[in-house]
C-alpha cells in the first residue's frame, strides 16, 4: 500500500506539477475526515449532523483546495452543496421504503455472536453512506460544468444569460454519460463477487434483483446518478446568478 502511495505522489507531481502536491494532500485530509467520521458514528454521535459537517468538508476540501479559478470554486461548491440537500429529501423516503438498511440474511452467521442493541439507527446510516457515496460525482460534475462555462464567459463576457445556460447543457451532456459509467463500473466490481456467489447458489433472477444488498446499492448508484443529472441545470443557473450579483456590484463602484 505505501508503495503504491508513493507511486500515486509521483505521478501526480509528475502530471500537474506543484498542484500534484495539493491534489494529494486534499485526497489525504479527505481519507481522515471519513475515518474520523466513522469513528463520531460508532462513538454515538447523530448520524445526520455528522452528515451535515461531512458534506461541507469534503466538498469544501474537494473544490476549494483543487480549484484555482474563485468563480468556479465558488459556484460549484453551492451547487454541489444544494444538490445533496435536494438529495436527502429523496434518500430520506426511498431507503425507508426500500428497507434496504441492516444486514442481510448472508451476514447470519458473522454477527450471530455479537449483540445488535448497539444504539445506532441503521436507517439513517444508510443514509449518511448513500449520500458519501454520491459526493465525489457530484463534485466532480459541478466543477467541469462550472469550468467550462467561466471559460465561456472570459471569452465572451456579453453573452446572454439563456445562451450561457444552454452552453451548460451541452457541457453537462458529455459528463453526465461519463459519469453514469464510473458510477456503474465501480458499482458492478463492488458486487462481482456477490453475483457470483448468487449465480453458483442457483438463486432464481427475482431473489436476486429483490436482495437487500444488491437493491441497496442500485439504489444509490440511481441517487448518484440523479445527482449528477442535476447538478448541471443548477449550475448554469447559479453561475447566471452570480454573475448578475457580481454586474449589480460593478455598477454601484462606478463613480
Known sequence: MMVLTFVLLGLLVL???PQGLTIFFSLGLNFVVIVLALVLVAGGFNPLVILGLLSLTLLATSIFMNTKQPLTAKTAFWTALIV??????IIGPLSTLAATYGFGAEDAE?????????????????????????????????????SGLVEILE?????APAKLF?????????????????????FFGSFLSLTIWFVQLGYPL??????????????SLLVGVI???????MTGWL?????????????????
Request: glycine share 10%; with cysteine.
Open 15 to 17: 502530471v500537474c506539477g
Open 84 to 89: 445533496v440537500a435536494g438529495l436527502l429529501l
Open 110 to 146: 458473522e454477527i450471530e455472536g455479537f449483540s445488535l442493541a448497539i444504539g445506532l439507527s441503521f436507517p439513517q446510516i444508510s443514509l449518511l453512506m448513500m449520500t458519501i457515496g454520491s459526493l465525489g460525482a457530484i463534485a466532480e460534475t459541478s466543477i467541469a460544468v462550472a
Open 155 to 159: 471569452y465572451d463576457q456579453t453573452i
Open 166 to 186: 444552454h452552453a451548460g447543457f451541452e457541457i453537462g451532456e458529455k459528463i453526465i454519460a461519463t459519469a453514469f459509467n464510473t458510477l456503474f463500473f465501480s
Open 206 to 219: 427475482a431473489k436476486i434483483l429483490n436482495h437487500q444488498i444488491l437493491m441497496g446499492e442500485v439504489i
Open 227 to 233: 445527482g449528477v443529472i442535476l447538478t448541471v441545470p
Open 239 to 255: 453561475l447566471n446568478r452570480f454573475r448578475k450579483i457580481k454586474s449589480n456590484e460593478d455598477l454601484l463602484k462606478k463613480p
